[in-house]
């Protein structure tokens, strides 16, 4: 059974597509790279060395946790406004 085509980029989490927007690289580069790696083959075995890198899951984290107190701050702001 083939699986239905979606928007990849509604199914990439919000961290790491802020990840993207805050780097020298554009989404259109991330997908690229993410294609040229499976491409090669090396996409999987990329993925699983990624996710075992201690320092992966620490740069996660904190950009989560910058997105949420940016998020926080601007709902004070808008319950101040109100």
Do not use: C
């Given at each position: 059974?083939?699986?239905?085509?979606?928007?990849?980029?509604a199914?990439?989490e919000?961290t790491?597509?802020?990840?993207?927007?805050d780097?020298?690289?554009?989404?259109?580069?991330a997908?690229e790279?993410?294609?040229m790696?499976?491409?090669i083959g090396?996409?999987e075995?990329?993925?699983?060395?990624?996710?075992?890198?201690?320092n992966?899951e620490k740069?996660?984290k904190?950009?989560?946790?910058?997105?949420i107190?940016?998020?926080?701050?601007e709902?004070e702001?808008?319950?101040?406004?109100?």
């Amino acid at each position: 059974m083939l699986l239905e085509k979606t928007n990849i980029s509604a199914r990439v989490e919000i961290t790491l597509k802020k990840i993207v927007e805050d780097s020298t690289f554009t989404h259109k580069d991330a997908y690229e790279l993410g294609a040229m790696l499976i491409a090669i083959g090396d996409a999987e075995k990329t993925i699983t060395q990624i996710h075992k890198n201690p320092n992966y899951e620490k740069i996660i984290k904190q950009r989560e946790y910058r997105l949420i107190e940016a998020r926080k701050k601007e709902l004070e702001r808008e319950l101040r406004d109100l």
